[in-house]
């Protein structure tokens, strides 16, 4: 399959499952907000654990019917992992949600607020890029 066939398609599938998510829950489908109230799945939000398996499951069946995808090397330390991690999640609540909710389904409802976060989130990424390239780091 071409190489741009595949994003379009995760973008399609993307943009759908947020579409239905909205249509039948009325829920945005940010994945951050999902995450961190995922304890209420178990009082009466069930669609929650549905939707983070839903992820995982996906991941996997696309791992084992397209293995190139995941034919990539990371070399990053456990601690640089860590830290990363820690520092998407503070910008993550400072942002009142990530990419998922703002990028994804703020930006189609014309949401400001979206508006605002997805261009500070791309421009914290490209400086961050940029800094750590002239430090000669690598991921």
Same mark, same amino acid.
Do not use: Y
């Given at each position: 399959?071409?190489?741009f066939l595949w994003p379009l398609?995760?973008? @399609?599938?993307?943009?759908?499952?947020?579409?239905?998510?909205?249509?039948?829950?009325?829920?945005?489908?940010?994945?951050?907000?999902?995450?961190?109230?995922?304890?209420?799945?178990?009082?009466?939000?069930?669609?929650r654990a549905f939707f983070i398996?839903?992820? @995982?499951?996906?991941?996997?069946?696309?791992?084992?019917?397209?293995?190139?995808?995941?034919?990539?090397? @990371?070399?990053?330390?456990?601690?640089?992992?860590?830290?990363?991690?820690?520092?998407?999640?503070?910008?993550?609540?400072?942002?009142?949600?990530?990419?998922?909710?703002?990028?994804?389904?703020?930006?189609?409802?014309?949401?400001?607020?979206?508006?605002?976060?997805?261009?500070?989130?791309?421009?914290?990424?490209?400086?961050?890029?940029?800094?750590?390239?002239?430090?000669?780091?690598? @991921?």
């Amino acid at each position: 399959m071409d190489t741009f066939l595949w994003p379009l398609v995760g973008g @399609i599938l993307i943009g759908l499952s947020a579409a239905m998510l909205l249509l039948f829950n009325g829920r945005v489908a940010g994945i951050s907000g999902i995450l961190f109230n995922c304890h209420k799945a178990f009082v009466g939000e069930g669609w929650r654990a549905f939707f983070i398996v839903g992820l @995982i499951v996906g991941g996997v069946l696309i791992k084992f019917i397209s293995p190139e995808f995941f034919s990539f090397d @990371i070399n990053l330390s456990f601690p640089r992992a860590i830290i990363a991690g820690l520092l998407v999640g503070v910008g993550t609540k400072l942002g009142s949600g990530c990419t998922s909710g703002h990028g994804v389904c703020g930006l189609a409802r014309l949401s400001k607020r979206s508006f605002i976060a997805t261009i500070t989130f791309m421009l914290t990424g490209a400086i961050t890029v940029f800094i750590m390239g002239q430090l000669g780091a690598t @991921i």
